[in-house]
């Protein structure tokens, strides 16, 4: 049982180029979110879902765009990298508490 | 503002030592509790929720709404506890609010 599977685990991109990041669960769970985690911040929300066909913003949502593809797929699109951007992005989701989260996947913006 | 905070970045104790991970927290309402653990090259999950008074992995946590506080805590530390900790707490239907982290290492 995969659970939340993210990709790609690791990506270096350079300022201005585009990238989305793939989210899937095989939960059945209506929610899904994504996350970014850098030191000394925590986790922030990015974007949310909460049901399949609505999205809504989080905390800090400048600077990407989402889909909810399907109940099973939530993605996170960077539309023009910035150094900024540089983080650990988690996606997890839920039916009700407690979330459940991917392996994250590893971005850097040089 | 709704809130959490941890106010260790890193905490530090040796092995059967007492440990304690505060966390505080900002909310109006009655609030939802929970403590997540990210260990090494694992994902991040949920390592306990205040709604259901049980302990988990010799941790415990008690809300007190007088200190607005939800402290972890565990008598005897041991080696495989080093880990990241972060404190939640639950806004709206299904969105968590996550607290800063902090960092344990369990010395030996």
């Known amino acids: 049982n995969a659970g939340v599977t993210q990709t790609p685990k690791f990506q270096v991109l350079k300022t201005g180029q585009s990238m989305t990041l793939q989210c899937a669960q095989d939960m059945n769970h209506n929610s899904m979110y994504w996350y970014r985690q850098d030191p000394g911040m925590g986790l922030r929300l990015i974007y949310y879902s909460a049901s399949e066909g609505t999205t809504d913003k989080g905390e800090v949502p400048n600077g990407y765009n989402v889909s909810r593809l399907n109940k099973r797929e939530f993605s996170l699109r960077l539309e023009s990298a910035a150094p900024s951007q540089t983080s650990v992005y988690f996606c997890?989701?839920?039916?009700?508490?407690?979330?459940?989260f991917g392996d994250g996947t590893r971005l850097s913006i040089l | 503002a709704q809130r959490v905070t941890q106010p260790e970045k890193l905490l530090s104790v040796f092995k059967g030592a007492p440990v304690e991970l505060k966390c505080n927290y900002s909310y109006s309402g009655s609030p939802e509790l929970f403590w997540y653990v990210q260990y090494s090259r694992q994902r991040l999950q949920l390592l306990l929720r205040?709604?259901s008074r049980e302990s988990i992995k010799g941790f415990t946590a008690d809300l007190n709404k007088g200190e607005t506080s939800f402290h972890l805590k565990k008598p005897f530390a041991q080696e495989e506890d080093s880990a990241m900790y972060y404190c939640a707490f639950r806004r709206g239907a299904q969105k968590l609010v996550f607290g800063q982290g902090t960092r344990l290492t369990i010395n030996p």
């Open positions: 205040h709604i």
């Open positions: 997890a989701s839920t039916d009700n508490q407690p979330q459940h």
